[in-house]
């Protein structure tokens, strides 16, 4: 008998970690990689966020805080997304987690029943996948097609929806492709579920800030959308804060106690001195994100058109989020193994689209979150490697 739990088996994982350590080995072997796989900007935290923290630190926020989240954050995530959402959200509304991704546990936890149905983007976060299994749910994959630059079909959802029908997660900007959700899209969605109560919508906005062109839309600000919508955002891809663990998600009420009470079970609460440093990132000088949002539109087009200029690879051009998401099913080689030929051979670390999910098959995806400079050493060295195999 095993001791490990039978439902590990439906845990899933994701991937970018698994590469992440087979590039480091080859590093330790005098290797040079190039880290397009993991999913997060190279900048630095700006140094307002730092220094509160410092602040915090030796105010002596070093103690067990609210479970939900220290009030004065918890105010301040209430105002940020009542204005950029256009709704009235409060505080009670707000729970504060390590990380956004505990949202995404928490949200598929409290909500989803065995043999209930979620749809999710797929390819999409591998995190949607695993969970929706671990709890025993339905996954329902909507897939993403390419022709619609990744943009989700509202269509495709409204198709879907049967009386099971649980959750349905969004994720605008989308990792791993870039695509942005339209208005209309998520007014047509919106009109489907809303005489659903059963139905509530977890819309992934962690990557809201990095777009290249128009502006965010969430389903939460369509009218009758806000009860029926967990809205996910956090710091660490807006203000380069990956490894501090803070994000949140705002949600009606009485789910915000249920999710408040898993992380009692679970956390107690989030790190308390980074929580101090969360409000001084929503409410100080906000231009270092302009700054970097800006480097990466930059770095997307240096990637877009080095990708475009390689036989056998052709690159839509995303509207949002730090990733390129090219079809590369002109190489004729699964893209696993083009993967791992990429890495051993062009020594460049990028995930095959399979990471994403069975229909990101025939793709990869590149993280531009490195320097310009890398971006086309990169891509110089693809081109060279991939000379070998046509
Ligand atoms: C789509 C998506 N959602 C959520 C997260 C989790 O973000 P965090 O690092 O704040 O937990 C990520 C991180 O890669 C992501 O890509």
């Known amino acids: 008998m095993s001791i490990f739990a039978e439902r590990l088996n439906r845990l899933g994982t994701e991937t970018a ?5 087979k590039a480091k080995a080859l590093e330790r072997e005098g290797r040079e990689i190039i880290h397009l796989e993991i999913g997060e900007p190279d900048f630095d935290t700006p140094e307002n966020i730092k220094e509160a923290a410092i602040k915090a630190l030796k105010e002596g926020y070093t103690h067990y805080v609210s479970a939900a989240g220290i009030l004065e954050l918890r105010e301040a995530i209430a105002e940020y997304i009542s204005e950029s959402r256009g709704i009235d959200a409060e505080p009670e509304e707000v729970v504060v987690t390590p990380g956004a991704k505990p949202i995404i546990f928490f949200s598929i936890l409290a909500c989803v029943n065995p043999g209930e149905e979620v749809m999710y983007p797929n390819p999409g976060f591998p995190i949607y996948e695993s969970v929706i299994n671990f709890v025993g749910g339905k996954p329902v994959p909507i897939p993403l097609k390419e022709e619609r630059d990744f943009r989700m ?6 198709e ?22 339209e208005s209309g899209d998520l007014e047509l969605l919106a009109d489907a579920v809303k005489d659903r109560d059963d ?18 839309v969430s389903i939460a600000s369509i009218s009758g959308m806000k009860d029926k919508t967990i809205i996910l955002d956090g710091f660490s891809k807006t203000y380069a804060m990956t490894g501090w663990r803070i994000g949140y998600g705002v949600m009606r009420r009485d789910l915000a106690e249920k999710i408040t009470r898993l992380m009692v079970n679970s956390n107690s609460c989030t790190c308390a001195f980074i929580q101090m440093a969360g409000v001084e990132a929503l409410k100080g000088p906000q231009d270092s994100v302009g700054r970097m949002v800006n480097e990466f539109k930059r770095r997307r087009d240096v990637i877009v058109s080095g990708l475009n200029g390689i ?7 995303p509207k949002g989020a730090f990733y390129v998401f090219p079809n590369v099913k002109g190489l004729e080689i699964d893209c696993r193994e083009l993967s791992d030929f990429l890495l051993n051979k062009a020594g460049v670390a990028v995930l095959p689209g399979t990471s994403f999910g069975k229909y990101g098959d025939g793709y990869i995806r590149l993280s531009y979150a490195n320097s310009v400079e890398n971006l086309e050493k990169a891509i110089e060295r693809m081109s060279e490697a991939l000379e070998e195999i046509q």
């Open 17 to 21: 970690f698994e590469v992440l350590a």
């Open 199 to 216: 139905i509530i919508i977890l819309s992934d906005e962690v990557y809201c800030k990095i777009l290249y062109e128009g502006s965010h």
């Open 311 to 317: 036989e056998g690879i052709s690159c839509r051009k």
């Open 153 to 158: 079909d509202p269509e495709d959802l409204v």
């Open 160 to 181: 879907n929806i049967t009386e099971k029908t649980k959750m349905i997660i969004l994720n605008s900007p989308h990792n791993p492709t870039g695509g942005v959700l």
